[in-house]
Structure formats: structure tokens, C-alpha cells
């Protein structure tokens, strides 16, 4: 069934196929007529549909641009002059893969008899959620495309081939009456029909979709605060009004699982360093969560003294941490500690890669190779991105001295990814407090709880997904200090962490929500480079998360802030649809150019503030 209506959808937006109306016929069946699937079963595979095309989404969108841009990590070993530059693009998730099976339950439902429809509102409304989640990934990148007529060729006659390019105006429009839809019919689900474990996410709790469905309408009205800031406010009162309330419990997190036998794509990822900047706020503030979003480095006490042993220097910034005995060896740590002490961003400006003064972050295979009883090693001080986050089947090879113990980690657990979340829930309603909203609690309230619950999901996720030191650092000999070594949440952190000024929204409350939003993004797949654009942060001279200037020979460069938009060809059987699209966006098509995905910018980011510019 699912193969069949894949390429019925197909067809009706892949342009370069040639048949004609007589050939489309047979394919232009009554879609009930082909196969008699169980309606549950279609909604299990479109919610495994949901995420997808995961390699390409996280090798080239996320840490091949979106992470370079919005100053999270290096493209690599630190940023060249062509980081702004583009090549291969996923475009975020393919909402297409959902809609042979969302369009295909409501076809059903809707040919049912009326009494029968009643039964089955509930699974119909949250089929808008299943599709709208991905749709806004794509349109964050490249702004309109196709969605009010997209796979309708298996429900018209003639075949409806040409489907529309809707702009990103009329796709907000759209979903938000969806949502508004689905969530009504969420409001109440006595007698309903059940999906009880086919629900792979929420097992068939239709009140956490409803929130889920509130989050979506969030995640909108974040798009909309610079275009129309009264009706993003009141799409957020809405919200914390709504009936069927909001996500505000890890509980209600979306939570993609695919299977006990899903670890995420099998291709290895070509990860950078994370950034200066963000790693040294968030060990400023001993924010946990830098311990589940980045690695440890590979200069760990039996390491350390390893380079003593070799009379090799040892990074500045390692060195800072390590208290010597009298006799010149390795004793202890100083200031936080471990895990702490091992967390360390390099600069993700391209002439900070050229500067000799940074090649302590930049040179670490010379730098940091030392010679012992005829082994060579070399170790790595900077931290990068976890992978773990993207994949758990990794073999990971603890670092020991050379010649020393081989230690590894194989423990491979069912990648868990997060879709939608009750910290971003609430870390949405703080801002919306602090833009005028009149909303039932404080934006501090909203907040604290917000960072509350993004602290305790990116744990649960380090955890689920086997960060390889969260329970220890096996390394280490003694008990205690291999628990030390552990990157596991403690008792008070949280408290104590909203004890810090940056968490105080009393002043500069904004741009402080801003913040925890683009941490709390780090674990999500989506969302970051949205913030970025929309909030101007981070934000330059910041007496907190400070924009670095990406100087290239001197020169500030040119981020995009859109990808690039493919130019229609005249084979395409929707090529009119295609250049009218491309020409209301106002766009210049196949061009690779930053300059130009610089100032031609796609209809929510329009009056949005430039990078590094802060709110408005």
C-alpha cells in the first residue's frame, strides 16, 4: 500500500516524469479499491515517516552549514573562508514521505459513513500534526513550497500533477487553521477510535498530541514575532489558555522512536569543534548540559601525566587545571574539576584558524603527539559535538597513554531524537511573557521551568542514547574519581544553575530567554538557525553569549540565511507553478552565492534582525 501511494505522490510533484493522462489512469484508482490496510497501521508508518533522511540532514545541513553559521561548531578542524559557501542540502525532513499515508487515513475516514466518521476524528486531527511537524523544517530553508495540493493526484480526476507552490504566508495560514482543527477534535476523544501501541510516540494519548499540536502553534508564532507581532502574541495566549493545555512535563515530550533496532544512520559524521564562546558560557555557569551535548576531550589525568612523562607541554588551558606534587607529577585537579575541566570550544572565525597564536586549538596533531617506550600518540583538547546525539552505534576508544590500556565502549542503545519538547514549550511562553502576552504565570516562572526541562530531556537523552562517560570515565582507577569523571546529572545542578545572573531575567530578559532557547536546540535536529535569524542572537559585545565576527582576510563575511533555491527546468511538468513561486519569493534561483542567500530573504525573515544584531 505504502509503495503504491509513493509513487501515485510522486507523481504528482516530480516533475521530470513524462506520462500522460492515460498512462497516470491506472494509477488513478480509488484508493480504498487497491488495498484493505488497517488505518493504524498506516499511522505507525507515518510517524516513522516523520523523521528521515537522517545522514543527510545532520552530515550536510546541520554541521556542513547550520552549526557554522549559528556559531555552535567549526565546519571541521575550524572554519575556512568557503564555510559560508553550500554544496549538497537535505532541505530538512522530507514531508513528502508523510503524505501518502496522512492523506490516505483522511481519505478513508472521510469516505466512511457519517456515524462511522465520528469514531475516527481523533486519529484524522493528529495526521496534521504528523505532516506539519517536518513541513516547517523544509520551509525554514528554502521558504515556499508545495503543501495545500500536494498528493492530491490519487484523489482527482484528472489527476492533479500540478499542484501549487504555496508561500510561506498561506502555509502559516494553513497550518494554523489545521492545528486549531485538529485540537478542537482533540478536546474531546470519549469513544474514540484507539492506536494504543501503533502510536510509536505518545501510545495512543491523544491529549499529548493536542499539546504537541499547541506546540506547533508556538513554534509559528515564533516565526511571526517580527511580521506580525500582535498575532504571534495571541496565538501564544491561546496556548497557556488552551483546554487541552501545553506541554509542560518530559512526559509530553515528542520523543522519536523508531525501534529497538533504530541507532540512527549508519554513515559516520565529519563533525567540528565546538565553539569558544558557547562552551565557555556554559562552563562559566557549570550548565550540565555542555556534558550532554559535547565530548570530553582526550586529556585525562593518566594523559596528562603521560606529557609529563614525555616532557612535552601540555595545552594552556589544560594546564590552568592540574595541580603538580612536589615532585613535579600530576596530583589533582583545580578549579570545577572533572567532568568540567575537560570542555573546551576553539574560535569559529576563519582568521582565527590562520592565526599562529591559535594553533593550541587548530595544530593538535603536532602540538599534542608525544613518544613513550616507542609508541607515538597524539591527543585531541578541544571538545566536539556529540555524536551520540545523531547515532549510538559508535565504537568509542577511551584515551590512555601510549601503549596503555585499550579501553572501549560498544554499548550501542536505540537512538532517541526529540521533536518537539516541554522546555521549548515554555522557554517559548517566557518570551512571549516578555514581548506582552498576557499569560497566567511570570515569564521567570516560564522560564525557570523551561531550562528546568531542557536540563533533565538532554540528560534523559544522553543517557538513552549511551553518552559514552555518563555513567564514569572508566580511565580512572579509583571509584571515586571515575565517578567524578561521569557526565550524569547531579543532585542541586539545576538549582544551583538558576542561581546564576545569566538565568535572572530582571535585566536583559530577552536576550537571556534567547539563550537558553538556542541551548536547549543544541539536542534537536531543527529550530537553531530559526533563532538565530529571528532573535540576532548571539549577539555581539554580549556580557554573556557574545557573537564572534567571522572575519575572513579582514573582512566580516556573508552568512546566508536561506538555502539554495533549485532553478525550475522547462521539463519539469510543474515548471510554471515553479518559476511563479521562485519569482514571488523574489529569489535569484541556483546561485551559490552568499551574498545573494544573504539579502534575499525568505518571508518570515524579512524584518528580522541581522546576525549578531540582538532582538528587536
Keep these: 500500500m505504502k509503495k503504491i501511494f509513493k509513487i501515485v505522490f510522486a507523481l504528482s510533484f516530480i516533475f521530470a516524469w513524462g506520462c500522460d493522462k492515460d498512462e497516470f489512469a491506472d494509477l488513478n484508482s480509488n484508493p480504498s479499491e487497491l488495498v484493505d490496510a488497517d488505518i493504524r497501521y498506516l499511522s505507525t508508518q507515518a510517524m516513522r515517516d516523520m523523521y528521515g533522511n537522517d545522514y543527510t540532514n545532520w552530515f550536510y545541513d546541520n554541521f556542513q552549514y547550520i552549526q557554522p553559521w549559528t556559531q555552535v561548531a567549526a565546519k571541521g578542524n575550524g572554519n575556512k573562508s568557503e564555510f559560508i559557501e553550500m554544496g549538497a542540502a537535505a532541505n530538512g525532513q522530507d514531508v513528502y514521505d508523510v503524505f501518502p499515508e496522512t492523506k490516505d487515513i483522511r481519505f478513508r475516514i472521510d469516505e466512511m459513513t457519517e456515524e462511522d466518521q465520528k469514531e475516527f476524528q481523533a486519529l484524522k486531527a493528529i495526521t496534521y500534526a504528523m505532516q506539519i511537524q517536518p513541513a516547517i523544517t523544509r520551509t525554514d530553508l528554502i521558504g515556499s513550497m508545495v503543501y495545500t495540493e500536494a498528493g492530491m493526484a490519487a484523489y482527482t480526476n484528472p489527476p492533479l500533477i500540478t499542484p501549487v507552490v504555496d508561500n510561506q ?124 551535548t559535547f565530548n570530553k576531550n582526550e586529556f585525562n589525568a593518566e594523559v596528562v601525566q603521560a606529557f609529563i612523562d614525555a616532557g612535552k607541554e601540555l595545552p594552556p588551558y589544560v594546564k590552568q587545571f592540574v595541580t603538580l606534587d612536589a615532585d613535579g607529577n600530576f596530583e589533582s585537579w583545580n578549579g570545577p574539576g572533572e567532568p568540567w575541566v575537560r570542555y573546551y570550544g576553539a574560535p569559529v572565525s576563519p582568521d582565527a584558524k590562520l592565526d599562529g597564536k591559535n594553533n593550541i586549538y587548530f595544530d593538535q596533531g603536532n602540538l599534542y603527539k608525544i613518544k613513550l617506550n616507542e609508541v607515538e600518540k597524539s591527543y585531541g583538547a578541544v571538545s566536539s559535538f556529540s555524536e551520540r546525539i545523531v547515532r549510538t552505534e559508535v565504537k568509542f576508544t577511551y584515551p590512555t597513554k601510549p601503549g596503555g590500556r585499550v579501553l572501549q565502549n560498544k554499548d550501542y542503545k536505540p537512538l532517541n531524537v526529540i521533536l518537539g519538547s516541554a522546555a521549548e514549550t515554555n522557554l517559548y511562553l517566557a518570551e512571549f511573557s516578555l514581548l506582552g502576552a498576557t499569560l497566567p504565570q511570570s515569564a521567570q516562572i516560564y522560564f525557570n ?110 552568512v546566508p540565511r536561506r538555502f539554495v533555491v533549485a532553478t525550475p527546468t522547462e521539463d519539469s511538468k510543474n515548471y510554471a507553478n515553479d518559476v511563479a513561486a521562485v519569482k514571488e519569493q523574489g529569489f535569484t534561483s541556483g546561485k551559490n552565492d552568499p551574498e545573494i542567500l544573504n539579502a534575499e530573504r525568505l518571508w518570515f525573515d524579512k524584518q528580522n534582525p541581522k546576525y549578531g544584531e540582538g532582538p528587536k
Design 169 to 292: 504566508e498561506l502555509l502559516f495560514k494553513t497550518w494554523l487553521a489545521e492545528l486549531d482543527g485538529a485540537i478542537a477534535a482533540l478536546s474531546n476523544t470519549d469513544g474514540q477510535f484507539g492506536l494504543a501501541s501503533q502510536d510509536l510516540v505518545y501510545n495512543g494519548d491523544y491529549t499529548k498530541w493536542a499539546k504537541f499540536c499547541n506546540l506547533l502553534k508556538l513554534k509559528i508564532a515564533a516565526r511571526l514575532i517580527n511580521v506580525d507581532r500582535a498575532q504571534a502574541i495571541k496565538i501564544a495566549e491561546e496556548v497557556a489558555k488552551s483546554s487541552v493545555g501545553y506541554m509542560d512535563d518530559l512526559s509530553d515530550d515528542f520523543v522519536y522512536q523508531r525501534g529497538i533496532e533504530y541507532y540512527g544512520t549508519g554513515n559516520g559524521m565529519w563533525i567540528g569543534s565546538g565553539s569558544k564562546n558557547l562552551i565557555d558560557f556554559m562552563i562559566t555557569n557549570l550548565d550540565p548540559r555542555v556534558r550532554f
Design 449 to 558: 521551568r523551561g531550562v528546568e526541562l531542557s536540563v533533565r530531556r538532554a540528560d534523559a537523552l544522553a543517557n538513552n542514547n549511551g553518552m559514552v562517560y555518563y555513567k564514569e570515565d572508566p580511565v580512572y582507577t579509583n571509584d571515586a574519581d571515575a565517578a567524578a569523571g561521569g557526565t550524569y546529572l547531579r543532585e542541586n545542578e539545576i538549582a544551583d544553575l538558576l542561581k546564576k545572573p545569566a538565568f535572572d531575567l530582571a535585566t536583559d530578559g530577552l536576550e537571556k530567554v534567547y539563550i537558553q532557547q538556542y541551548i536547549n536546540f543544541l539536542n534537536t535536529p531543527g529550530d537553531i538557525w530559526t533563532l538565530t535569524r529571528r532573535s540576532g542572537i548571539p549577539k555581539k559585545g554580549s556580557a554573556y553569549l557574545a557573537w564572534e565576527d567571522l572575519k575572513s582576510s579582514g573582512a566580516e563575511s556573508v
